[in-house]
């Protein structure tokens, strides 16, 4: 028996619909996750990623629609006959129980001979780099040991899946980052297909293959990260992955081409089939600020800074022009000089950064 999972399911959900009371909290949703796949529920609070994540667990009321782990559909399923693996937020540890003792208790549950479960209980161990502290109880151990034991917890009875809700939300920032590279090192040599649930844009973007932005019980959007953050479907999901200027306004034919005149009057020329009503969509790092002549082709833009915020590896300017803010990336070198709250700047923007949607 190995830990590695040799046959890879995918997951498909079909038109699945859950309301609490009167409230429709799951409106209709689809999606296909492929075998071993590492892929990231990600949206605010109240917006359905965790309903849907149990629900494909099998906690709570049964939904409408389908949910297939390959091709069973296991709806009607209670949980423990899905052989799906959650990962808490909240680890849900034994205090009273030693880290074997945790990890082998669903083992015991499911009657598993004790040299199984030893032998079991060793592989997963090793797996998560804590066999040298089985002995110890989850008070003794530091947060990402904790987490540590509730995966190998999770892996070692062998589910078709593994699900992890929001499992990084109680460690601090740098140890975030150290267990963000180790949960994709584990699910890669586990093979398992995997569902992270999270409200942070950097988690979901640094560790999924692929993303699904949910809103309001609504799937936004879904795709790999660089593809969603670089061109997103709406506002909604332009504004949740990372930081952007969104200008909302319309076209207007002139003799000399297409303008795109936004509701305050800033006028950049765009090329458009026909007068409509825009949302112009660009990033803070798109917009270069000018230390001399400009280059050739692009947009130019004079605005007041209003404020600055100090990112470490850069300062983020708010800048009003002529009545929007824009925000402006300006990457920060050792010694560097940064424009003061009041200063005029002048900044770039090359047409190909711009993400244009109808409103």
């Known amino acids: 028996m190995s830990l590695v999972n040799t046959e890879q399911v995918g997951i498909s959900i079909e038109n699945l619909t ?45 939904p409408q629609g389908r949910i297939l782990l390959g091709k069973e559909d296991v709806i009607s399923q209670p949980p423990w006959k899905r052989n799906v693996g959650m990962v808490f937020q909240s680890y849900a540890l034994w205090p009273h129980m030693t ?18 479960i030893k032998r079991r209980v060793d592989d997963a161990l090793n797996l998560v780099g804590l066999h040298h502290l089985a002995d110890r109880r989850p008070s003794q151990l530091s947060g990402g040991q904790q987490q540590r034991v509730a995966i190998a917890r999770t892996v070692v009875v062998e589910p078709r899946v593994l699900l992890l809700d929001e499992p990084l939300s109680n460690l601090d920032a740098n140890l975030r980052e150290q267990m963000r590279r180790d949960l994709l090192e584990l699910q890669r040599q586990l ?13 979901a973007n640094t560790i999924s293959d692929r993303i699904a932005v949910l809103d309001q019980g609504v799937i936004q959007q879904v795709g790999a990260p660089m593809e969603l953050y670089d061109n997103p479907s709406n506002k909604f999901v332009a504004d949740f992955l990372g930081t952007a200027n969104v200008l909302n306004g ?18 950049f020329p765009y090329a ?20 001399g002549a400009a280059e ?24 009003d022009v002529g009545g929007e803010m824009l925000m ?22 090359k047409p190909d950064e711009i993400v244009a949607l109808s409103q």
């Not at 050739?296 to 850069?314: A, N, P, S, W, Y």
């Open 18 to 62: 859950l309301s609490f009371g009167d409230t429709e909290v799951l409106k209709g949703v689809n999606l296909d996750i492929k075998p071993g796949e590492f892929f990231a529920f990600l949206g605010p609070s109240g917006s359905g990623k965790s309903t849907l994540l149990r629900a494909i667990a099998g906690f709570g009321p049964t």
């Open 99 to 116: 880290v074997r003792q945790n990890v082998a208790y669903g083992l015991e549950e499911r009657k598993v001979a004790k040299p199984e």
């Open 191 to 203: 093979g398992l297909t995997t569902i992270f649930v999270t409200h942070d844009q950097e988690e």
């Open 250 to 267: 319309h076209v207007e034919k002139t003799p000399y081409g297409s303008h795109f005149v936004s509701d305050n009057g800033i006028h």
């Open 272 to 291: 458009a089939k026909e007068q409509q009503d825009l949302s112009l969509i660009f990033r803070p790092q798109s917009l270069g600020i000018c230390h």
């Open 296 to 319: 050739e082709g692009t947009i130019q833009l004079e605005g007041k800074v209003m404020h600055r915020e100090f990112l470490g590896h850069l300062v983020r300017y708010g800048i």
């Open 328 to 349: 402006v990336d300006d990457p920060h070198l050792r010694g560097a000089q940064h424009y003061a709250n009041g200063s005029t700047i002048r900044v770039a923007l």
